[in-house]
C-alpha cells in the first residue's frame, strides 16, 4: 500500500465527516480510512486547530466547519 501524505489524509477526513450530515467519530474514521486510532486522533487535532473541523463533545463526533467545506471543493477541483 503507497503512503499517503498528510494533506491527503486530512483531505480524507474532511471528505468523510461532510458526508456524513450529523458527523463521524474518530472510531469510525479509522475504520473507513484504514488508519489507527493515534493517527485519525493526531491529524483530528491539527483539523480542530486549523478551525476546518469542530468537535461535539455532547454526541463526540466531528463536523465540517464553512473552511473545511471550502478547502475540500478546493481538493476536488
Given at each position: 500500500?503507497k ?7 486530512n ?10 450530515e450529523?458527523g ?12 489507527t486510532?493515534?493517527?485519525?486522533n ?6 480542530v486547530?486549523k478551525?476546518?473541523?469542530e ?9 465540517v466547519?464553512?473552511l473545511?467545506?471550502?478547502?475540500v ?5
Amino acid at each position: 500500500m503507497k503512503q499517503r501524505t498528510q494533506s491527503t489524509i486530512n483531505a480524507l477526513i474532511l471528505t468523510a465527516a461532510l458526508n456524513n450530515e450529523f458527523g463521524i467519530t474518530k472510531a469510525r474514521l479509522a475504520r473507513e480510512l484504514v488508519l489507527t486510532y493515534r493517527k485519525v486522533n493526531k491529524h483530528c487535532e491539527e483539523l480542530v486547530d486549523k478551525r476546518l473541523l469542530e468537535y461535539d463533545a455532547v454526541t463526540r463526533t466531528y463536523h465540517v466547519t464553512p473552511l473545511g467545506t471550502e478547502v475540500v471543493k478546493l481538493t476536488e477541483q
